[in-house]
């Protein structure tokens, strides 16, 4: 049985220090231009068969109606307990999420992860945003619907996303950061 290799090394404690509380931050995603959302929309059909027709129906609409931008405002939620904290965001945020605010926070008792009270859409990290692709671009021909983008946040974002989450870690995590 897999318990059984890890029983003896778990030992309980009392809960010394409990908090809950969530920070929101506001992210933005550009409309691409008509120019641009044809490229991507030609890309996808041609590399995975996707039919971007209402995708783009969506961004002329946008772009007929002068929005440019698209803001999602990030609901971070914090869940302390002990020396450890957990904090969730909405979104599919990869594992280099959770590594650079563990660096920056310089403690293993941070966890960073995605799917937090539902899924607003892929969540690349800038690596992964000069990839395009799928995830990045040809996902948001099929899922804007249910996002409310038609685009991947902004190349900026991860950090930006990264920086809030060790900000707004509990202090006794801050304390070690740089």
Partial sequence: MQVDKVIDNIHPSNVERMDMYSVYQK???DVP???????IMDEAKREA????TDWMVEVQRLLDNGITKQIENVE????AINDGCLCGVPNEIMCEF???????LQS???YFGGYTNGCTGYFPTEEEYDEGG????WSMLIYYAYHGRVSPLNRNTATALIETAVK??????????K
Avoid: H, M, T
Avoid at 76 to 79: A, E, I, N, V, W
């Fill in 27 to 29: 992210l933005d995603a």
């Fill in 98 to 104: 959770a590594i650079r605010a563990n660096e920056q």
């Fill in 76 to 79: 971070l939620q914090y869940f």
């Fill in 168 to 177: 707004n870690a509990p202090a006794y995590l801050r304390k070690w950061s």
């Fill in 49 to 52: 068969f996707i039919d971007g």
């Fill in 33 to 39: 231009s008509y120019e641009r959302a044809i490229e």
């Fill in 134 to 137: 799928y995830e990045v671009y």
């Fill in 108 to 110: 293993d008792l941070f």
